[in-house]
């Protein structure tokens, strides 16, 4: 067993929060490992709307949740500026729904108190000829609709430039890499790319490891307790139009039509979750839910065919009888070593918005325990940088590797030096296999590109081939009654046939 050299701080986790605790830790001063069991925004981050989201339906039972992620929204706007995007919404009222116009323009006026603080724009009051003249394709049955804004996010460049940022502030960051021991000052992991089993001796262990927190805690003879629910997103191929639309579903709950960058997402339900978080996956019932929410605001939204669904799971702070959606959204920093467990410090619960925060307080705890000095200030420096896998290719230079989400092989190759060891990583740094194709067209030149940068052997290109595909498929077969056949089966002979995969729908 190979002894990694010894840190002030181990941080087991490489979601949002994770890499913001990393972060915080190397900025200030302060020795730090970062240890990720798959990829950066492998978990819930990565399976979540990309809103900024303020969170309006909080504003009567969590005023304090919506003042803080407007803050936060505020912050990261600042700091990683070129990922954020205005996303405008119409919140569209039907007859029969749970609140009526009049109502809902006196909590928005409430909510535009607290918009303020991430440079949102007061809201708006629109009529039926109003919201048909603002998107024609919405059902000729609506009464009117309330006008506001959020802000979107790319969360994997959000994450991966967040950990980079610590990287470059001397934090070392090793994917792929799952904890197996936690021990009073050691910890243990294995490295499932190399197949060896190493260990790290640290000051203070922090457990950001989202809704894998209770597992985690358990290796080191701790207890985290968590409520999980999950919530499933259907994704389409391209934007019918650049205003988000927020509808209530049958049960009530709001549901959200979203453009994001090339593709729009519709979600998301919450049911509560029982099973691993790694065993997440969408439901017919959760699909035809969200589906018929969708068609009853915008009926021209059947002609159009999702081409995945996706399903993530919330690490929520546990309350008893309460619905899934009025569970909290606060968050904890848990030291464990005060409760007389572990030298180590939990954070759990809260939303991806609040990340930066929940990452400051746990950096705080760490450094009284550690006796440091240095002020947080994560909140000044920014983390984006140069996406340089977007760039436009100059005429006679290199080709498109990805012709849906307009990718260079360059971008594969840039991916590597961004820490992807998998291709699937490399999807996650350049959206490759997230368009129309769904990985049929573009991932075998990406597999090539990846082989030749990582120097792999055919066995083990054809793995990660195999890897990414498959990865893709158990993404359409939940959508499969309701999505274009044609494709479905194009993907499905391309899975099965060229690939060799055993797919099944």
Known sequence: MKVEEKYDVVVIGGGATGAAVARDCAMRGLKTLLLEKEDFAYGTTGRCSGLLHGGPRYLLTEPEIVEASCKESGVIQRIASSLVFRVPFLLLVFKGDKYGIDLLDAYFREYDRYSRARGGRPHTVLGRREVLEANPLVSREVEGAIGFDEFGVDVFRLTLLTALSAEKHGAKLMTHCEVVDIGSSRVRFYDKVRGRLLEARFEVAVNAAGPWAPQVA????????????????????????????????????????????????????????????????????????????????????????????????????????????????????????????????????????????????????????????????????????????????????????????????????????????????????????????????????????????????????????????EERWRGRWPIAEVSSHELTELAHGVYSCLAALEVYA
């Not at 629910?229 to 191929?237: S, V």
């Not at 969200?290 to 059947?302: D, I, N």
């Not at 669904?309 to 619905?323: H, S």
């Open 218 to 469: 358990k290796l080191a003879g701790a207890r985290v307790e968590l409520r999980l629910t999950r919530g499933t997103h259907l994704i389409y191929p391209r934007q019918l139009f650049t205003t988000a639309i927020a509808m209530q579903a049958i049960d009530g709950r709001e549901v959200m039509l979203i453009p994001h960058q090339s593709s729009m997402l519709l979600g998301t339900t919450d049911e509560d979750h029982y099973a691993s978080p790694d065993e997440a996956y969408p439901t017919r019932d959760e699909v035809m839910y969200l589906l018929q929410a969708a068609y009853r605001a915008v009926p021209a939204l059947r002609e159009v065919k999702p081409v995945r669904a996706m399903a993530g799971v919330r690490p929520l702070l546990p309350e008893w009888g309460k619905r899934e959606e009025d569970v909290t959204r606060g968050f904890r920093v848990i030291d464990h070593e005060e409760l007389g467990e572990a030298s180590l410090i939990s954070v759990v619960g809260g939303k991806m918005v609040l990340h930066r925060l929940m990452a400051e307080e746990a950096t705080d705890l760490i450094c009284r325990k550690l006796g440091a000095r240095e002020k947080c200030r994560t909140h000044l420096e920014a983390i984006d940088g140069e996406l340089s896998w977007r760039a436009e290719p100059t005429p006679r230079s290199e080709s498109y590797c990805c012709e849906c989400e307009r990718v260079l092989a360059s971008g594969v190759k840039e991916a590597v030096r961004e820490h992807a060891r998998t291709l699937v990583d490399v999807r996650r740094r350049t959206r490759i296999g997230m368009g129309l194709c769904q990985g049929v067209s573009c991932s075998y030149k990406a597999a090539l590109t990846l082989a030749g940068e990582l120097k792999l052997s055919p066995r083990e290109a054809l793995r990660q081939l195999r890897e990414l595909l």
